[in-house]
């Protein structure tokens, strides 16, 4: 009897040690499943943010095409401005008598073209002689001393600059008084 029971205890323990041999494995698998879970989670979270940066990215690069897009064909339609400043500029007492239609014409395609400028959002620079030279809306084309001035005024406007929304197309072209302060 007493075989009988050293082979039942025997039996016993092999089956113990099967049975932990068994939660062990079952364990390492569940701590493995918790890890890779764990893993796809984290994974999983990434790619929605970064789905969500994408969406914003993409967003602000259609409102900056929407806004700025056009910005090649601004620029270079602002000679065409230049070219009708400079001609009724050029227009004296003598040509607005003898071709007052001609003249007329002219200072209309000028407003049309300034009307679909502000259409799109582009906005004239028109500094004004005595005003301060600010380098983020003016080119400085030349320093001249000039009495009664104080330097950095700006005493010459040779161009318009203009702005598309809030960036700069062409700066202001202008002449600066070099004058020392007093």
Known sequence: ???????????????????????GDEHDELEMLRA????????????????????????????????????????????????????????????RAAAPALIEGVELTQRELLNVFARHGIVAIQPKVGEKFDPLLHEAMFEAPLPGTVSGDIIQVMDDGFLLHDRLLRPAKVGVSSMPKA
């Open 1 to 23: 009897m007493t075989e009988k029971k050293d082979e039942m205890a025997e039996d016993q323990a092999q089956l113990d040690e099967a049975l932990a041999a068994a939660l």
């Open 36 to 95: 890779e879970r764990d893993e796809l989670r984290d994974r999983f979270m990434r790619a929605l943010a970064d789905a969500e940066n994408s969406r914003k990215r993409a967003d602000r690069d259609r409102r900056e095409a929407e806004q700025y897009g056009g910005s090649k064909l601004s620029r270079d339609m602002l000679p065409v401005f230049d070219a009708l400043k400079r001609a009724l500029d050029a227009a004296g007492d003598e040509v």
